[in-house]
């Protein structure tokens, strides 16, 4: 079955950077959209960036300016570099990967099991 496997996260100063990194595992569909989503407590789940198979990238508005998404198919990992952290991006980070394209909606049928990010 699918799998997703998040890591990365952590404890970060303001202004520090990260790298997480989305493991997926018997994805077979050779079309994909895969994606970030972030969750802070007591908020709704917000999506930041997604890539599809044929490499194009959509991102949050707000969010494009210190987001990157990649992905590297070889070692089919789905990775987001964060710059610039923000106490306000704290939050729980999950990627997400579906055979069809949702954009930033949380209608993605796979998910990992999230990575928490803490900025202070």
């Known amino acids: 079955h699918v799998q997703l496997v998040e890591s990365g996260g952590g404890s970060v100063q303001t202004g520090g950077s990260l790298r997480l990194s989305c493991r997926v595992s018997?994805?077979?569909?050779?079309?994909?959209?895969m994606g970030w989503f972030r969750q802070a407590p007591g908020k709704e789940r917000e999506g930041i960036a997604v890539i599809d198979s044929d490499g194009d990238t959509a991102y949050a508005e707000s969010l494009k300016d210190r987001f990157t998404i990649s992905v590297d198919n070889a070692k089919n990992t789905l990775y987001l570099q964060i710059n610039s952290l923000k106490p306000e991006d704290s939050a729980t980070y999950y990627c997400?990967?579906?055979?069809?394209?949702?954009?930033?909606?949380?209608?993605?049928?796979?998910w990992g099991q999230g990575t928490q990010v803490t900025v202070s």
């Open positions: 997400a990967a579906d055979q069809f394209a949702f954009g930033l909606s949380a209608q993605y049928r796979y």
């Open positions: 018997e994805f077979t569909s050779s079309s994909y959209c």
